[in-house]
């Protein structure tokens, strides 16, 4: 991620949870968006199989009503956070069985702000004092989202 990139991921931590985040969090927040954004292809991919189609579509994302929320909660931060084009560049994906639609992956960058912000938030519930996350408190709040989606 460039330099500019590093400052909105850090004023977009701040701006969501109050949080302080630095360059050093950004891998574990790149692979904490990967495997998030994966996890939800690979259900969506089930059930595009479910109903014999050979693409996922945007409607076969296992998207909750809390993540919808999140999502709505993105789009009022990315306006004066402006980092949609960031996200954009972590919408990379593995290969899968079905092909998500250009539909499907234009909402990844909103998708993963979505996530984005329910893990800010998340950090705050789970560990309210914390202002800097470190490795201990990055663990418990994924191994949160990996029982969840």
């Known amino acids: 991620m460039t330099v500019m990139g590093v400052s909105k991921f850090e004023r977009f931590f701040r701006a969501a949870a109050g949080l302080h985040v630095d360059k050093n969090d950004l891998k574990r927040y790149g692979d904490f968006v990967d495997a998030k954004l994966y996890d939800l292809l690979v259900v969506g991919q089930a059930s595009a199989k479910a109903n014999g189609r050979d693409t996922v579509e945007p409607w076969d994302l296992p998207i909750t009503k809390g993540l919808q929320e999140s999502i709505h909660r993105f789009r009022r931060l990315d306006e004066e956070v402006d ?8 919408a990379a994906h593995p290969p899968l069985d079905r092909t998500p639609t250009q539909e499907t992956e234009e909402r990844y960058p909103e998708i993963i702000g979505g996530l984005s912000v329910a893990l800010a938030e998340t950090f705050k519930i789970t560990y309210p004092d914390v ?3 470190q490795t201990s408190h990055w663990d418990g709040v994924t191994a949160v989202f990996d029982r969840l989606l």
């Open 131 to 133: 202002k800097n996350p």
């Open 83 to 90: 980092l949609k084009p960031i996200l954009e560049q972590l």
